[in-house]
């Protein structure tokens, strides 16, 4: 599974401690998609949580486009995200999504619920007030835990 947990703006952080739900679920692997600021301004995931990071990921390349995020995301079951573009990217390759969203609404998102008409994969998590990650990041490791009981149980 592929996490990215920071993007510009306050309002749009997981901060990484919210993973720790999903890094303890029996046959999931964290990977970090999380891109440098720029060089000197990265931020490596902490070990306790198993977040695998990949190399090339620091802001110290040449290669600023996001084809390194795309070949990343083709390989991976899952997308965790709070970036939008993160979340484009994924969406339009096809890849399922779990897009949390910040409390402010946007006219983009629609007023659909969970869903957005462009990705049929991606799911929108909303949070409920300013900074609410633990709330959706506790709804996004429920999902996923019943996802991998199902799977288990040989039901779809």
């Known amino acids: 599974m592929g996490i990215q947990w920071r993007a510009a703006g306050a309002e749009r952080l997981i901060p990484l401690e919210r993973f720790a739900r999903l890094s303890h679920l029996s046959r999931v692997r964290l990977y970090s998609l999380q891109k440098a600021d720029g060089p000197g301004r990265w ?9 695998v990071s990949l190399p090339d990921r620091d802001g110290s390349g040449e290669d600023e486009s996001f084809a390194d995020t795309a070949a990343i995301i083709q390989g991976m079951d899952l997308i965790v995200a709070c970036n939008p573009v993160v979340g484009h990217i994924a969406g339009a390759m096809g890849r399922p999504v779990f897009l949390t969203l910040p409390w402010l609404g946007d006219w983009r998102r629609m ?10 994969v991606t ?9 609410d990650s633990d709330r959706v990041m506790a709804r996004v490791a429920a999902e996923i835990a019943a996802a991998l009981a199902r799977r288990a149980a040989g039901v779809s």
């Not at 931020?43 to 977040?51: A, H, N, Q, S």
């Not at 799911?123 to 900074?131: C, D, E, V």
């Open 111 to 120: 007023r659909l619920p969970d869903r957005t008409p462009r990705y049929p």
């Open 123 to 131: 799911r929108l998590l909303r949070m409920t007030r300013w900074s």
């Open 43 to 51: 931020e490596r995931p902490d070990d306790r949580l198993g977040i």
